[in-house]
């Protein structure tokens, strides 16, 4: 459950480990966060620094002057390579959003070898996409975690069909033939329960990240990202049927922004995060008008080495914006976390057995940086 999720198009699913490293990260986080001790989540961070220090040459050399960086430098870790779900930020650092207040944001490239979550906490990052199963599996291992804002109001797993074989509601999957990889079964089998639906209704089959065996009508259903598989399939011309779980019992926030309570009580890393969030938000507010832009950038610049095209880019930015808007984001600003928003998410977080609560989300930066917004 993450935002680095819709940051691909048609055919990166196909690309051998690179791509099971990228759901592992999205969809449980920070895989060994779940598996193992904390020393062993930590041991991760000499490789992911070494990795992202290298990878992230090129999109940090694209950073504007802007105004004088008075607050500072800092850095954002993706969860992934550039992707249009990244659009806002690239927008804030393309037009300097970041720099006009006050901070320096170097954005630093995610990808296999790339786990954000020990490097925030061993302090190599100052904010790091993630999801909240892995800030609740970092903070039961002792990790300093909290979210500060949440950029996909809405859940983005799904169930994808095809136009012509729909399933639109829960009922729709009894007798039918679901691929679910491996990684989503906890996910998978909440949805079942909260749905009262007993897997014998239907089978279960394990899926890789290969979708064809859905566009050839081998399987019935798919376990997808509305950001994700979905836009990739439009962008070969198959048209798509979604079942989306935040309709039908497992409300989420994800791709969030996670950084440390260290960095909240801290003085002047607390202005940076506030002017962070307040580019950010600026950024994400012209993606939502114009996705395309977005979707140039990731193309022409950020992702320029990745074989991305501008017709999937841009189905991609449509899709993220529509899971980045909610009625509370209407009424209050980008990244509100609600406080029905956060009690769903820890709901839908114990229906897959992972323990979270209320501390894990903090408010108050979002509060000080939406005045700065309006002010810009």
């Given at each position: 459950?993450s935002?680095s999720?819709?940051?691909?198009?048609?055919?990166?699913?196909?690309?051998?480990?690179?791509?099971?490293?990228?759901?592992?990260?999205?969809?449980g986080?920070?895989?060994?966060?779940?598996?193992?001790?904390?020393?062993?989540?930590?041991?991760?961070?000499?490789?992911?620094?070494?990795?992202s220090?290298?990878?992230?040459?090129?999109?940090a050399a694209?950073?504007?002057?802007?105004?004088?960086?008075?607050?500072?430098?800092?850095?954002?870790?993706?969860?992934?390579?550039?992707?249009?779900?990244?659009?806002?930020?690239?927008?804030?650092?393309?037009?300097?959003?970041?720099?006009?207040q006050?901070?320096?944001?170097t954005?630093?490239?995610?990808?296999?070898?790339?786990?954000?979550?020990?490097l925030?906490?061993?302090?190599?990052?100052?904010?790091?996409?993630s999801?909240?199963?892995?800030g609740?599996?970092?903070?039961a291992?002792?990790?300093?975690?909290?979210?500060?804002?949440?950029?996909?109001?809405?859940?983005?797993?799904?169930?994808?069909?095809?136009?012509?074989?729909?399933?639109?509601?829960?009922?729709d999957?009894?007798?039918?033939?679901?691929g679910?990889g491996?990684?989503d079964?906890?996910?998978?089998?909440?949805?079942?329960?909260?749905?009262?639906?007993?897997?014998?209704?239907?089978?279960?089959?394990?899926?890789?990240?290969?979708?064809s065996?859905?566009?050839?009508?081998?399987?019935?259903?798919?376990?997808?990202?509305?950001?994700?598989?979905?836009p990739?399939?439009?962008?070969k011309?198959?048209?798509?049927?979604?079942?989306?779980?935040?309709?039908?019992g497992?409300?989420s926030f994800n791709?969030?922004?996670?950084?440390?309570?260290?960095?909240l009580?801290?003085?002047?890393?607390?202005?940076?995060?506030?002017?962070?969030?307040?580019?950010?938000?600026?950024?994400?507010?012209?993606?939502l008008?114009?996705?395309?832009?977005?979707?140039?950038?990731?193309v022409?610049?950020?992702?320029?080495?990745?074989g991305y095209?501008?017709?999937?880019?841009?189905?991609?930015?449509?899709?993220?914006?529509?899971?980045?808007v909610?009625?509370?984001?209407k009424?209050?600003?980008?990244?509100?976390?609600?406080?029905?928003?956060?009690?769903?998410?820890?709901?839908?977080?114990?229906?897959?057995?992972?323990?979270?609560?209320?501390?894990?989300?903090?408010?108050?930066?979002?509060?000080?940086?939406?005045?700065?917004v309006?002010?810009?």
């Amino acid at each position: 459950m993450s935002r680095s999720t819709g940051r691909t198009e048609e055919g990166l699913l196909a690309r051998g480990g690179s791509a099971l490293s990228r759901r592992s990260l999205l969809r449980g986080g920070a895989t060994v966060a779940a598996a193992g001790a904390f020393g062993t989540f930590l041991a991760a961070c000499a490789s992911s620094s070494s990795s992202s220090s290298s990878a992230a040459a090129s999109a940090a050399a694209t950073a504007t002057g802007g105004a004088a960086a008075s607050l500072g430098s800092m850095s954002l870790q993706l969860g992934w390579i550039p992707g249009a779900g990244y659009s806002g930020s690239f927008i804030a650092d393309s037009k300097g959003y970041y720099s006009g207040q006050g901070v320096k944001v170097t954005i630093l490239p995610g990808g296999p070898s790339v786990s954000g979550m020990p490097l925030l906490i061993s302090n190599k990052v100052q904010v790091a996409f993630s999801d909240p199963e892995t800030g609740s599996a970092a903070i039961a291992q002792g990790g300093d975690v909290k979210i500060i804002g949440a950029g996909y109001q809405i859940n983005p797993a799904c169930i994808m069909s095809l136009a012509a074989k729909p399933i639109t509601t829960p009922a729709d999957l009894k007798g039918k033939t679901i691929g679910v990889g491996a990684s989503d079964d906890a996910e998978w089998a909440a949805f079942l329960k909260v749905n009262n639906i007993d897997k014998s209704e239907l089978t279960t089959v394990p899926a890789g990240f290969d979708t064809s065996p859905l566009a050839a009508g081998q399987w019935d259903g798919y376990l997808a990202y509305l950001n994700n598989e979905v836009p990739q399939f439009a962008a070969k011309g198959i048209k798509t049927a979604v079942l989306r779980f935040a309709d039908y019992g497992m409300p989420s926030f994800n791709d969030v922004y996670a950084v440390t309570s260290a960095s909240l009580n801290d003085a002047t890393a607390r202005k940076q995060l506030v002017a962070f969030m307040a580019g950010e938000i600026q950024g994400w507010n012209v993606a939502l008008t114009d996705p395309k832009l977005g979707a140039e950038l990731v193309v022409d610049v950020y992702g320029k080495s990745d074989g991305y095209t501008l017709n999937g880019e841009l189905l991609a930015s449509e899709a993220t914006n529509a899971i980045t808007v909610s009625a509370d984001t209407k009424a209050h600003g980008l990244m509100y976390m609600s406080p029905a928003g956060i009690a769903g998410t820890i709901k839908t977080l114990a229906l897959t057995g992972v323990t979270a609560s209320e501390s894990m989300f903090d408010t108050s930066i979002l509060a000080e940086a939406y005045p700065l917004v309006k002010s810009s």
